[in-house]
């Protein structure tokens, strides 16, 4: 029996956890953040809350006996990333990350790249705009200091408190987004400049690919630096490198 820890709260990481459950030589466990109120049902057992830095996360590793760790958060959750790369090494366990690649523009995309939020809002420029700013809601705070624009958020959970500017309607979605119904989202909106972060992946792409049809504007937010470690990109590659896991001493036959 392997343990195997998911730090998760993606659709990969629920997807993965579906190829797992259910396999007899595998003890597998999903990580969430606790940033949503009713998160997603997922196919494994789920802890839930922060570790405490990437001490409390190797202590976990080191506690719960892990055998392989796999880093399949968002790709902008940058600060549990580089925890797990630092609790992975100290305690001495395998770590993967499971990356979505990053979409990438094609013909007809109308892409503007910038480092953070706070670059996005700068980008609006001074006239008012209607935008269509698809963010969690934990970055969409330095948008206050741009009030002149009218701000459509999509967010899984109530934005509490509302953003403290006069324009702002809010729709409360969990993916997949599909082109059609963004498409149809943007129109009745008349939105003219989508915010957005480079997730990667189908679930989310239906605004991209409507923005293109529409001839929007995308204000991109930049990734930020992953730590490197072995990564892949697919569900059947991470599989594949679970199934490579040392069975612990303990459980071997002899
Ligand atoms: P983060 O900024 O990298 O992590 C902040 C803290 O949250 C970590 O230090 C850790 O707390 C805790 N944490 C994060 N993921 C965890 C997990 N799977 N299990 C247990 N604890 C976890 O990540 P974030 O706050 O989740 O998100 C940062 C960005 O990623 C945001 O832009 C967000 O919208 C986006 N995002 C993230 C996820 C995700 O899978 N986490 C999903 C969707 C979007 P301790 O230090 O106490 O361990």
């Known amino acids: 029996m392997r343990r195997i820890l998911i730090l998760g709260g993606t659709t990969q990481a629920r997807e993965l956890a579906q190829r797992l459950a259910g396999r007899s030589d595998l003890a597998v466990t999903l990580s969430l953040a606790g940033r949503t109120a009713n998160p997603a049902a997922q196919p494994v057992p789920v802890r839930v809350g922060g570790f405490g830095g990437a001490e409390g996360l190797g202590a976990h590793l080191v506690a719960e006996r ?17 925890n797990a790369a630092r609790a992975a090494q100290t305690a001495g366990v395998p770590l993967l990350a499971l990356r979505r690649p990053p ?34 809601r934990n970055d969409i ?56 972060k480079n997730s990667g992946g189908e679930a989310t792409y239906g605004k991209i690919a409507a923005a293109r049809a529409l001839g929007l504007q995308v204000i991109m937010l930049q990734r930020p630096t992953l730590p490197a470690v072995a990564a892949v990109e697919t569900i059947e590659d991470a599989v594949a490198w679970i199934n490579h896991v040392p069975v612990p001493c303990a459980d071997r036959e002899v």
Not at 170 to 176: F, L
């Open 103 to 136: 979409w990438v523009a094609v013909a007809g995309d109308c892409w503007r790249e910038v480092a953070d939020a706070g670059a996005a809002m700068r980008a609006l420029g001074d006239a008012p705009r209607r935008v269509f700013l698809a963010l969690g």
């Open 141 to 196: 705070a330095p948008f206050v200091a741009a009030p002149q624009h009218h701000y459509l958020v999509r967010s899984v959970d109530p934005i509490e408190p509302p953003l403290r500017v006069p324009h702002a309607r809010y729709v409360i979605g969990r993916g997949p987004f599909g082109q059609a119904d963004d498409h149809a989202l943007l129109l009745a909106h008349g939105i003219e400049i989508v915010v957005a």
């Open 66 to 82: 892990i055998d392989a760790l796999i880093d399949a958060t968002h790709p902008y959750a940058a600060i549990i990333a580089a």
